[in-house]
């Protein structure tokens, strides 16, 4: 089993800038950040794995980093210039098998899952 504990939710006007963080209770071998707004599905935002293999939601490219500690145990994302559709619950992922499905992963991709921390972009 794997505890994964997300942190740095917030509110933010829009244009500004979050950084969210993941601690994971060992290592794995992939990770990924998820998001679901209300009414919609959970879907990936961001992945990577242990063979350097990164991917993004088109929506988010070049507005958001995934990137981790060097022990591999903590997972980020800068979300940079927000938009309010980036509202959303955003929730972290991992599995214990590197690669996930382009472009940032699928549910079925990630067996550990957190709770989610809210994200709220506001004009």
């Known amino acids: 089993q794997v505890r994964l504990v997300e942190s740095g939710g917030g509110s933010v006007q829009v244009g500004g800038s979050l950084r969210l963080s993941c601690t994971a209770s060992r290592l794995t071998h992939s990770m990924a950040w998820f998001r679901q707004a209300p009414g919609t599905e959970r879907s990936g935002v961001a992945a990577?794995?242990?063979?350097?293999?990164?991917g993004y939601v088109d929506s988010v490219k070049g507005r958001f980093t995934i990137s981790q500690a060097d022990d591999k145990r903590i997972l980020y994302l800068q979300m940079n210039r927000l938009k309010s559709e980036d509202t959303a619950i955003y929730f972290c992922a991992a599995d214990d098998e590197p690669d996930f499905h382009a472009p940032a992963g699928r549910r079925g991709d990630f067996e550990y899952w957190g709770r989610g921390t809210q994200v709220t972009v506001s004009s």
């Open positions: 990577i794995d242990s063979t350097g293999k990164i």
